[in-house]
């Protein structure tokens, strides 16, 4: 990393898009609430989309570090990187809960 506004401003792209992904992973879950569960579906998509933009930036990191570039760690990079793991964590759960009223549903059209 070059500069500490590029750090900077990585760091908030990393938070943007994984602020992304878990809107579009709670979304999900309201929708598979509703039984829409092609769309719900379809959000998870939508959040995996974000999240390879997320990884991008915290690829670049890695990256920077293993060729010999020392990193900063500031405190918005860490809440960029525990905004991302946050975000996965509901992305998980999102399926999971998709899977879950799935299953709820196929219980009740057998009633």
Do not use: P, W
């Not at 991302?84 to 879950?100: P, Q, S």
Request: charge should be negative; avoid cysteine; aromatic fraction near 4%.
């Amino acid at each position: 990393m070059e500069t500490a506004e590029d750090m900077q401003m990585l760091s908030f792209n990393i938070i943007l898009h994984a602020g992304n992904a878990r809107s579009s992973a709670m979304e999900a879950i309201a929708l598979a609430k509703e039984y829409k569960f092609d769309d719900a579906r379809e959000k998870i998509q939508e959040a995996d989309q974000e999240f390879a933009k997320a990884h991008h930036g915290q690829t670049k990191l890695l990256q920077d570090e293993a060729n010999g570039h020392k990193n900063d760690v500031t405190v918005i990079l860490v809440h960029a990187q525990d905004h991302l793991m946050t975000a996965m964590t509901v992305k998980d759960l999102a399926n999971e809960m998709i899977d879950m009223y799935e299953k709820m549903k196929r219980l009740e059209d057998k009633q």
